[in-house]
């Protein structure tokens, strides 16, 4: 199935089965940039969705995997994780920290691990979807795969 996908989507497939995560990437018809649009691209709550969000903070790029249904309160953030500050990174920083753009971003596959925190709400899903590496692919896996393959910790993001 990886030969359909874009370069971008088997690194992260790559990475998907070496950390033994098995759901499969899919490629939708119409981009997912965004959590509504994937939720209804794949009939799931929005909540379902695990956004991938790319900051900077204290000069180094934070991953944070929130909720579709949430967004991210980046003070209150700052202050749990001890961090003096966390701002939105530039479409270029994204890439440059993912190697993916805006609307695709996936929790895996990067160029090197970021620090990655994950949405607490996302536990009360049994499952879950995320970017495949393009705003066309997603890929189901389970709260706890989300966490392990991420090595993220698990805070409120709101």
């Known amino acids: 199935m990886t030969e359909n996908l874009s370069p971008r989507s088997r690194i992260v497939h790559e990475a998907l089965r070496s950390a033994g995560v098995a759901g499969e990437i899919i490629t939708l018809p119409d981009a997912a940039s965004t959590a509504a649009l994937a939720a209804a691209a794949l009939g799931v709550e929005v909540g379902a969705i695990a956004n991938s969000l790319v900051f900077l903070s204290d000069g180094e790029p934070l991953l ?49 691990p970021l620090t990655t925190v994950v949405d607490e709400a996302l536990a009360g899903f049994d499952e879950i979807w995320a970017a495949g590496g393009t705003p066309h692919t997603v890929f189901p896996l389970t709260f706890d795969e989300l966490v392990r393959l991420t090595g993220g910790t698990v805070s409120a993001v709101d």
């Open 64 to 112: 944070v995997m929130t909720s579709g249904a949430h967004r991210v309160d980046t003070a209150a953030l700052a202050e749990r994780l001890g961090r003096r500050s966390i701002v939105r990174a530039s479409p270029d920083e994204v890439r440059a920290a993912t190697g993916q753009a805006i609307g695709g971003v996936a929790p895996t596959g990067h160029p090197a």
